[in-house]
T-cell receptor, first 114, second 114 residues
């Protein structure tokens, strides 16, 4: 069965520094999609970035990049130049083969210090 | 503006009562989903629907029911059979490829059983 693992319950980072949030996944299917979402304290889930399993390059969206290591089955999120507004929960997710079910990890809470 | 609207934002229910959470989207998305989130935890899939008049159970469907009579609407009923319904409920919808069926979320509904 497919599984997403986020091993860091909480992370601290100094404002303006970069931070990496870890995510590993398990699937036996060669075709899948990986996602990261941000959940501020207000509760809404905000889509950040997507990586397809066949994409040759790592995905980037502004200050967010996804460090995709297919052989290691890892999809770490890198946030550059952290801002106070980045303080939130971050969830890694994987779209199951077939495309309609997405499973989520337990999340990592990021605290950005001034 | 296009988006996913959930209502109500906050809902209190007495034990033994059914309650229906509304979810409407104007993104012209085919697929819609309901997730449940408990404090400090990730998201778990309750139900999903790929097309009108069709829906499938997710991982925790017991005590819940849904309908999909219109493409734009996917209401969730939390029945009295749900033993622990107090949680945060998120509705979502998804586009097709090539964005990899990225799921976009509403702002969520907080349900408290009193």
């Amino acid at each position: 069965a497919q599984k997403i693992t986020q091993t860091q319950p909480g992370m601290f980072v100094q404002e303006k520094e970069a931070v990496t949030l870890d995510c590993t996944y398990d699937t036996s299917d060669p075709s899948y999609g990986l996602f990261w979402y941000k959940q501020p304290s207000s509760g809404e889930m905000i889509f950040l970035i997507y990586q397809g399993s066949y994409d040759q390059q790592n995905a980037t969206e502004g200050r967010y990049s996804l460090n995709f290591q297919k052989a290691r089955k890892s999809a770490n999120l890198v946030i550059s130049a952290s801002q106070l507004g980045d303080s939130a929960m971050y969830f890694c997710a994987m779209r199951e083969p077939g495309g309609f079910k997405t499973i989520f990890g337990a999340g990592t809470r990021l605290f950005v210090k001034a | 503006d296009g988006g996913i609207t959930q209502s109500p934002k906050y809902l209190f229910r007495k034990e033994g009562q059914n309650v229906t959470l509304s979810c409407e989207q104007n993104l012209n998305h085919d697929a819609m989903y309901w997730y449940r989130q408990d404090p400090g935890q990730g998201l778990r899939l309750i139900y999903y629907s790929q097309i009108v008049n069709d829906f499938q159970k997710g991982d925790i469907a017991e005590g819940y029911s849904v309908s999909r009579e219109k493409k734009e609407s996917f209401p969730l009923t939390v029945t009295s059979a749900q033993k622990n319904p107090t949680a945060f409920y998120l509705c979502a919808s998804s586009i097709g490829l090539p964005r990899g069926n990225t799921i976009y979320f509403g702002e969520g509904s907080w349900l408290t059983v009193v």
